[in-house]
T-cell receptor, first 111, second 117 residues
Framework: SQQGEEDPQALSIQEGENATMNCSYK?????LQWYRQNSGRGLVHLIL?????REKHSGRLRVTLDTSKKSSSLLITASRAADTASYFC???????????FGAGTRLTVKP | NAGVMQNPRHLVRRRGQEARLRCSPM?????VYWYRQLPEEGLKFMVY????????ESGMPKERFSAEFPKEGPSILRIQQVVRGDSAAYFC???????????????FGSGTQLSVL
């Protein structure tokens, strides 16, 4: 079964704006990860946040984790057209290194 | 260090034939995952393997599908007697067995697009 659920399913913004995507999950986790997928390609790891962390930054990416609400958000600041892709959250299913993905958010950044 | 290698990139089969998808993990990675993706959808977990062991195959149909990761050689996802509904992109990922992201961070291959005629 799937574990994470991303929201929204699709997001369209102008270049320079910020993009926020959310992920909710069901079970306890050790970590939550965000991945990016360009059309027709494999997924690329963006950032990992552990269950004892609340916020993490990597370049223009900011990830938050709220384990009490079982949710995470991914913020991309000052978006660029090249950020256009699908973004997926993944969690380790029942803490056993068994990674499960949500359905993803399709982000379109218009130049 | 080459990335995760999947082949073939595209595979065309007729209904009833067998499909064999190969995945060579990154060097030093002993964990392999197989996922299936339909157009405009997310990744659906199929199976998680370590060398010579199936850890979790709960996402894989019990009939016609099998997976292995032998001591030597690539991981193989095998689909027997393919049907049109098997048409999808199949992605393999591997994770390192040592280091800060041991058994956590996934490195993906470029996928195999299976088309069943």
């Amino acid at each position: 079964s799937q574990q994470g659920e991303e929201d929204p399913q699709a997001l369209s913004i102008q270049e320079g704006e910020n993009a926020t995507m959310n992920c909710s999950y069901k079970t306890s986790i050790n970590n939550l990860q965000w991945y990016r997928q360009n059309s027709g390609r494999g997924l690329v790891h963006l950032i990992l946040i552990r269950s004892n962390e609340r916020e993490k930054h990597s370049g223009r990416l900011r990830v938050t984790l709220d384990t009490s609400k079982k949710s995470s958000s991914l913020l991309i600041t000052a978006s660029r057209a090249a950020d256009t892709a699908s973004y997926f959250c993944a969690t380790d299913f029942y803490n056993n290194n068994d990674m499960r993905f949500g359905a993803g958010t399709r982000l379109t950044v218009k130049p | 260090n080459a990335g995760v290698m999947q082949n073939p990139r595209h595979l065309v089969r007729r209904r009833g034939q067998e499909a064999r998808l190969r995945c060579s993990p990154m060097k030093g990675h002993s964990h392999v995952y197989w996922y299936r993706q339909l157009p405009e959808e997310g990744l659906k977990f199929m199976v998680y393997l370590q060398k010579e062991n199936i850890i979790d195959e709960s996402g894989m149909p019990k009939e016609r599908f099998s997976a292995e990761f032998p001591k030597e050689g690539p991981s193989i996802l095998r689909i027997q007697q393919v049907v049109r509904g098997d048409s999808a992109a199949y992605f393999c990922a591997s994770s390192p067995s040592e280091g800060i992201y041991a058994n956590e961070k996934l490195f993906f291959g470029s996928g195999t697009q299976l088309s069943v005629l």
